[in-house]
């Protein structure tokens, strides 16, 4: 299993109907994909950060699923600029000694694919991920 975390900050500038519709696609991230087995979505207690949302994947091909599903592809597409900074990582059962770096080429796959999400991630003031800053969340 892997459990993709992220953990972000809204501009202190957003409306509260911006930072609440930011929430729900988080939400919706989880939520509408048939790939994540579980999730949450919450305020960030004793941390450094706003927000924190769990997604729980069994495995390589879930997470792919996970970051091209289109409430996620959304969730960037609409939820990047709006962010002061954004931390994912990713903690996993798996013993094979590679997936951290298999994480990170999906992740830069991804971006790949979708020159719109990086183009958004190399504007972000603080945009971090497995794979470090320009790959997805």
């Keep these: 299993m892997i459990f993709h975390t992220n953990r972000m900050t ?8 911006q930072r609440e519709a930011g929430v729900e ?10 790939a994540v087995r579980s999730w949450i979505v919450g305020r960030n207690i004793g941390g450094d ?7 729980v994947v069994d495995d390589l091909d879930g997470y792919w699923a996970y970051l091209n599903h ?6 960037e597409l609409e939820g990047i600029p709006h962010l002061e900074k954004f931390v994912a990582f990713d903690v996993t059962d798996s013993d094979d000694p590679e997936v951290g770096e298999k994480i990170a080429r999906l992740q830069a796959r ?5 020159p719109e999400i990086a183009a958004l991630i190399a504007q972000a003031t603080s945009f971090t991920v497995p794979g470090g800053k320009g790959s997805a969340a």
């Design 49 to 55: 950060f706003e927000y924190d949302a769990v997604y």
């Design 10 to 17: 809204y501009k202190a500038d957003l409306s509260d109907e």
């Design 110 to 114: 991804h971006l790949e694919e979708n």
């Design 70 to 75: 289109p409430a996620h592809v959304h969730e």
């Design 25 to 34: 696609m988080l939400r919706q991230s989880g939520a509408a994909n048939p």
